[in-house]
């Protein structure tokens, strides 16, 4: 049993949602666990006692950086990313010095995190619980198929790329529908009413929403989710948890993954109409089972934690 | 307050152009440089402009 101590800014993000998802299932396994923001002495769950690891999600306080206790980055963000926003790549090379190893999610990563110190590969795994089929929904959003965009749009992160997809795909599928969730930014939400309305995209786009405070019932009222993101792929692989197939452009690092696409509308379209031929071909639910349980994931962390103990 | 409850806290939280630009927080070795970029950030938010992480107007 160990006391683990995650290191983690309180912010509305898939690296908190991933954070959390650790936290629990090390409790569930008999781990002790302690939620820290970095520039706070509360923590923000759990207490700190008699700490073994420290997890650095965010940062670490730099009190910590000379207890003798082995200290590991989950690297969340992608590291091209991390380079443009300017300040990601810079922190992490800082910090590194002070760590014992890196700790990544995707193996297309894994050459460069290297680069800068020892870095393990571990699954990059889900809440099977939460994200989970529901039985008896009757309410599916229109279209055959339903397809969902979710992501957490901001900048390049938007669903440009799909909508011109969308429209192959509507020749070739003419009920094909796309709901697109989780706008929260005016701007944004302006730009796609003036496309919806010029491109005339309202043939085939049925939602225009903000958040959904019930994400695996939202996934569970379509047929697929579609992510523009690249090189990674986030959290849209909840999708496979609720029984539903996930198409993603940074989704590319198992062999036998039948729609890999790139990240451009022709690919994209092509790898949805594939998808929807062939869609009770994949148990999805079994794929996440198989390639994105949390579970996995701590095993192999608690695993790699140990070896520095 | 357990897991799950701090979970369903998560969308309250605000957001960020990115989770990791986190680092930037408690980073004492260029603490002068991240403090004069947050005044720039802030700076520039407050007066209306959209600003990146690395304090580009756009």
Known sequence: ?309 | MNLSDLENEINEWGTGPSAMSAMSDVQPRNAIEFQNLRRTILDARSRGLEVDYAGNTH
């Open chain 1, 1 to 309: 049993m160990m006391n683990i101590l995650h290191w983690m800014k309180k912010e509305n993000s898939g690296l908190a949602r991933s954070t959390m998802e650790l936290a629990e299932y090390e409790e569930k396994a008999g781990h002790k666990v302690c939620i820290k923001q970095p520039t706070e002495d509360q923590p923000i769950y759990g207490v700190e006692r008699d700490i073994d690891v420290h997890c650095i999600h965010s940062q670490l306080n730099p009190r910590t950086y000379h207890d003798d206790r082995p200290k590991f980055m989950w690297m969340h963000g992608e590291p091209l990313s991390s380079v443009g926003n300017g300040v990601s790549m810079k922190a992490i090379v800082d910090l590194a010095p002070v760590t014992d190893a890196f700790i990544a999610m995707r193996r297309e990563e894994i050459p460069i995190w290297s680069s800068i110190k020892r870095t393990y590969l571990v699954t990059k795994g889900i809440n099977l619980e939460k994200y989970t089929p529901l039985d008896g929904i009757t309410e599916k959003l229109s279209g055959e198929p339903a397809v969902l965009y979710c992501e957490n749009w901001r900048g390049q992160r938007n669903p440009l790329y799909l909508c011109i997809a969308m429209q192959k795909v509507q020749e070739k599928l003419p009920k094909a529908r796309l709901h697109l969730y989780n706008m929260q930014d005016k701007r944004m939400s302006d730009t796609f009413n003036a496309l919806i309305k010029n491109n005339k995209w309202w043939t085939f786009i049925r939602s225009l929403q903000g958040p959904t405070k019930d994400i695996n019932l939202l996934y569970n009222r379509v047929d697929m989710v579609v992510s523009c993101l690249f090189p990674l792929y986030a959290r849209g692989i909840e999708a496979f948890g609720a029984g539903k197939a996930f198409i993603g452009p940074g989704y590319r690092e198992y062999a036998d993954w039948p729609y890999v696409c790139g990240l451009d509308p022709s690919s994209l379209a092509n790898a949805i109409i594939k998808c929807w031929e062939n869609y009770d071909k994949i148990n999805y639910r079994e794929w996440a089972e198989k390639r994105h349980n949390i579970k996995d994931t701590v095993e192999q962390s608690v695993a790699i934690y140990q070896r520095y103990l």
